[in-house]
């Protein structure tokens, strides 16, 4: 994959209201699997809790905030770690292709098809009126799916987030779209999922 004057266009779904693309095989095989292997031993991965209903329920994944900007997210305020090389150097490859920058990354550890995440949007007021929001995929496919948030008329998307993949989100995408990476029941191994996105605040 060239590192320079990548055309987006031709990634783009087909998504009303929101402006999405995804590139499949933006890194190699080969590559994934050291950042995988890398990601798995190197970052400081949690088990967090949500409080529901007045209960603690621990997260159905592990997660890790690194970056220059503190994040409230799911009501928990993470206070993020300091970059570490292989975060920087992800964030170096993907701040040439979008040509936005970022402060900061979420990760998201997947150890069965049993972790999820459940549909939100990212649309916290830090992250601004049109969030860019890059997502990287290393490990086990998964399925992500996104919902229109009141048009009923239009059909929700899925797509499935292979190894090595980029997802960039932008533009009005976070307003009128909601997205999940639902539970499967097929044994499947882990996935990690970084998410980086700039906080203005
Ligand atoms: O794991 C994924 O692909 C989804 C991550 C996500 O939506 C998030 O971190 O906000
Ligand atoms: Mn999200």
Same mark, same amino acid.
């Given at each position: 994959?060239?590192?320079? =004057?990548?055309?987006?266009?031709? +990634? &783009? ?9 995804f590139i499949p095989d933006f890194f190699t095989p080969e590559e994934s699997d050291l950042y995988f292997a890398e ?9 967090? =809790? ?16 690194y970056g220059d900007k503190s994040y409230t997210y799911s009501g928990l305020k993470n206070e993020p770690q300091p ?7 992800? &964030? ?11 402060? !900061? ?5 997947y150890r069965s098809g049993q972790d999820s995440m459940g549909w939100h949007s990212d649309n916290e007021q830090e ?9 990287? !995929? ?6 992500? =799916? ?51 996105? +700039?906080?203005?605040?």
């Amino acid at each position: 994959m060239p590192e320079k =004057s990548l055309d987006l266009t031709k +990634y &783009k779904l087909k998504l009303p209201d929101a402006e999405v693309y995804f590139i499949p095989d933006f890194f190699t095989p080969e590559e994934s699997d050291l950042y995988f292997a890398e990601l798995s031993q190197s970052i400081n991965w949690k088990q967090e =809790s949500i409080k529901l209903f007045g209960r603690d329920l621990p997260m159905p994944r592990l997660t890790a905030w690194y970056g220059d900007k503190s994040y409230t997210y799911s009501g928990l305020k993470n206070e993020p770690q300091p970059w570490a090389p292989v975060l920087l150097q992800l &964030k170096s490859k993907i701040e040439k292709i979008t040509g936005q920058h970022y402060n !900061s990354v979420l990760l998201n550890r997947y150890r069965s098809g049993q972790d999820s995440m459940g549909w939100h949007s990212d649309n916290e007021q830090e992250l601004g009126l049109q969030p860019g929001i890059a997502s990287i !995929s290393f490990g086990a496919e998964r399925r992500f =799916s996104f919902r229109h948030r009141i048009n009923k008329d239009l059909k929700p998307l899925s797509i499935n987030l292979t190894n090595g993949s980029l997802l960039l989100m932008q533009g009005a995408t976070q307003r009128n779209w909601l997205h999940s990476l639902p539970k499967t029941t097929k044994p499947i191994s882990e996935r990690i999922n970084l998410t980086f996105r +700039y906080i203005k605040t």
